[in-house]
């Protein structure tokens, strides 16, 4: 398990490799609105969740990116320091940004 921290002057997290089955977590020390996943390299789907609960590989309760270079832009439900945390059944790498 992985833990990053944005500082309120930075906006992202980029080039991280998940480790298989292992939760990261990124935390931005800034309340904001919304956030953008994106699968830097394609390598295996990605699973996250944006307000501060355990994701689970293929879990009904997160949300999805597949096996492709791309991104989801999701709306943060909670208050406070924003708490995105993702998962992998692979080691793709990812990058999370403020939106």
């Given amino acids: ?7 309120a002057n930075e ?3 980029h080039a991280k490799t998940l480790t298989a089955a292992t939760v990261d977590t990124v935390t931005f020390s800034a309340d904001l609105d919304q956030v953008e996943v994106v699968n830097e390299d394609g390598a295996a789907a990605i699973y996250f969740t944006v307000d501060g609960s355990t994701p689970q590989v ?11 270079i791309g ?6 439900p909670t208050s406070g320091n924003t708490v995105v945390k993702v998962i992998s059944a692979g080691t793709p790498k990812y990058g999370v940004s403020a939106a």
Avoid: E, R
């Avoid at 398990?1 to 500082?7: D, G, H, L, P, R």
């Avoid at 293929?58 to 492709?68: I, K, M």
């Fill in 1 to 7: 398990m992985a833990s990053f921290t944005v500082a």
């Fill in 11 to 13: 906006l992202a997290v």
């Fill in 58 to 68: 293929a879990g009904n309760n997160t949300y999805y990116l597949p096996a492709a």
């Fill in 71 to 76: 991104g989801l832009q999701v709306t943060v």
